[in-house]
């Protein structure tokens, strides 16, 4: 029964990813990629709300490892760090990979921290 809930989260996170990365990209016309930048932010901080609020062990398989498995992406993120080395934009890279790490860890903390002092 996991495998059924992870495919249906993934079914609705994959596309939401797709489409919300492109949105980004087409309104800010950036070197650094910030529709990825964006959705694993979101995602970040959605998994841990949670995993702070306490959440059952369905609603994680489906929403954190299906949903957000699917929605955020660490390939797409290594993809356009190296992309953006190639073309010479170190700078971005750099600022790329400082920025995704540092931001998606301050989402899930303070997601998770959030969720769980309004749900005890």
């Known amino acids: 029964m996991n495998v059924v809930f992870v495919v249906v989260g993934a079914m609705l996170g994959a596309p939401a990813r797709y489409l919300i990365d492109r949105a980004v990209a087409a309104r800010f016309g950036s070197l650094l990629p910030l529709g990825t930048l964006t959705v694993n ?5 959605l998994l841990g709300g949670l995993v702070g609020a306490g959440a059952n062990s369905w609603l994680l398989t489906a929403a954190g490892t299906g949903f957000c498995g699917a929605f955020t992406t660490f390939s797409t993120f290594g993809y356009e760090t190296i992309r953006l080395v190639i073309d010479g934009a170190y700078a971005f890279a ?3 990979v ?6 998606c860890l301050v989402a899930v903390f303070a997601a998770a921290s959030a969720t769980q002092w309004l749900w005890t």
Not at 98 to 103: D, L, M, N
């Open 41 to 45: 932010i979101v995602g970040s901080a």
């Open 94 to 96: 750099v600022g790329n």
């Open 98 to 103: 400082v920025i995704s790490v540092v931001a």
